[in-house]
């Protein structure tokens, strides 16, 4: 039921057309004139106000542009003599909704009604959809961050990460690399009771061996060669908050014991301490690899793998989401206009088609580089198939058998190029910073990079490594 408001100085004319509308199932009130319709309408909203033009004191126009002026969500429809193709006109400049002529008032004034009111009706209805849908992506943004994505798949993950992210119990993380581990780990911090405490990444597999016990755990003064002063490990900078441990299955077995005795008793000594710190921290984990195989094949402790899969979470790979792949695009060429400076750029329907027809086997990932790749090299205000750093002819980009240096051959299928050239970008890192131990003014140096440039890379890559 909408509020309708019927203003015309003849009374006949007035309670005519106010019957007309109730009998439409609409709340109608009158007035005999503009100033009296001014008032009601200053007394309550009306959906719509149906005015004559012309009238003692104040005319329909006026009443129209004070309405309008007052009250721009208001509809209004203008009664006019007929001919008078002028003041119709005149009506629909000063925002008028529509214009019946006195002569088919009866007849034409209901359909003009009904079109208008659900139009309006329809209206509201997009409005308060998308006010919803502004508040559930900011909400979305809120607690899960940057993961992107309305897949079935992908909503599961999302659920099961509210669900888990109340509580203080152990999280693994199952999935390819590229999927996404360490937004999940970050979304769970940020839905936890401890999102004001520090989250702290630990990317096991980039830590030199004979340092992992002094990473997690910290060391004292003097507990081995060049340990000049006493530092904190990341368990204690993550103390109140939340530890990720990307990459588990790398963690050395002695170290293994020392993190089942945090899990287990919510203890540790740092290197060469005398004195046992307690630890008040989140423990979620990662993997792109079977636990269960290595603590088959024992390189892996199965007593910390139970301890570690308390609840268990799969992200799935990119092709088994590809609803998600034009959001994802969407995102990642807003963020990377926005880090790179350059004018937003769309992608034809065909760029489209073949990016969501690719296999990406390094997941959102190689997405993400693929679509930074393609905005710094490509030039226009849209990016068609010619711009994407693949051949689109053929049915599956990038799967052409590739020769290497050493004259063996690689099925591009199983090690694409990108993800070959990245991992071979980050162990030459690992090993200027390991040569340079950790200074990073001199791994750059070795690199022939400047500082910024290592800086970048290192958090590009997740490489850690302790500066002494």
Known sequence: MSRVLVVDDHDSVRSGVALLIERMGHCVDAAGNGYDALELCAAGAYDLVVTDFRMAGMDG???LQTVKERWPATDVIMVTAHGSIDVAVQAMQHGAADFVEKTDLYQVLPIKIARILEQRLARHERDRLGAENEYLREEISDRFGEIVGNSAVILRVLGAVEKVGGTDSSVLLYGESGTGKELVARALHRS??????PFVRVNCGALP????ESELFGHEKGAFTNAVRQRKGKFELAEKGTIFLDEIADLPLDTQVNLLRVLQEKEYDRVGGETTLKADVRVVAATNRSLTAMVADGTFREDLFYRLEVIPLHLPPLRERKD??????????????????VPLRRLTPEAMRILCDYPWPGNVRELENIIERTIVLSDGETIGPADLPFDSSVESPLRDRVAIASGGVVDASEAPLTARLESLERDLIQRAMQQARGVKTQAAELLGIKTSALYYKLDKYGVEYAEE
Do not use: A, C, T, Y
Request: no cysteine.
């Open 209 to 212: 061996r004979e340092l992992v």
């Open 192 to 197: 936890s009771p401890r999102r004001d405490g």
């Open 61 to 63: 126009l006026q009443l």
């Open 324 to 341: 998600d792949i034009p959001l994802l695009v969407e995102h990642f060429l807003v963020k990377k206009s926005r880090e790179i400076n």
